[in-house]
């Protein structure tokens, strides 16, 4: 237990901690305070209801031809499974990147396109060998190859993990440029 004696008595700064702790905050400090708060909660709370609108639209473009592929008229791509799934992802990504640059994270892309667009296609290529690898994991190790199963292990499981994947890095290293609030 660290007893009264041994407290640090001064800041950093030089300032007192006695003096620090004693100052009242205003009511005009606190409410800027509060709603800075309220606008960070908010601003995430937008970015994620587009992020995951962009992110629907992306599944249904993604989800649809898979199963176009697969299972639609002359079965395509029938027994590639993969192949049809790496075709559906891709034309799904540049929805997506389409979507998330210029709507969902506008105010956080960089003026470094080519950056941005690599590290995007990157961080996709990611999601998309979750999703993969999910539809595989279903397919040949757990030998559940019906349509339905095929779906979810791609389409539920898969991108479900994908997206969570690839929202944390699109925030931490894609989408990295100054707010435009904080301009």
Known sequence: MIEPAEL???????????DVAAREVSDAELAAAESTVRHGIGAR????????????????????????LVFGPGEVLGTKQGTAKAISVTLAT???????????????????RGRELLGFVLV????MAISVL?????????????????NIWANVIGLGL?????YLMYRKFIFTGASSAAA
């Open 8 to 18: 640090p008595t001064e800041l950093p700064d030089g300032a007192r901690v006695a």
């Open 124 to 127: 996709n290529v990611g999601g």
């Open 45 to 68: 709370i937008t970015e994620l209801l587009r992020f995951g609108m962009v992110g629907g639209l992306a599944f249904v473009i993604d989800a649809g031809l898979f199963n176009l």
């Open 94 to 112: 540049i929805f997506a990147w389409i979507g998330n640059r210029y709507w969902t994270f506008s105010e956080h892309k960089t003026q470094e």
């Open 134 to 150: 999910c539809l595989w994991f279903g397919i040949h190790v757990l030998d559940q190859d019906s349509q339905l199963a095929q």
């Open 162 to 166: 994908g997206t969570v994947f690839r």
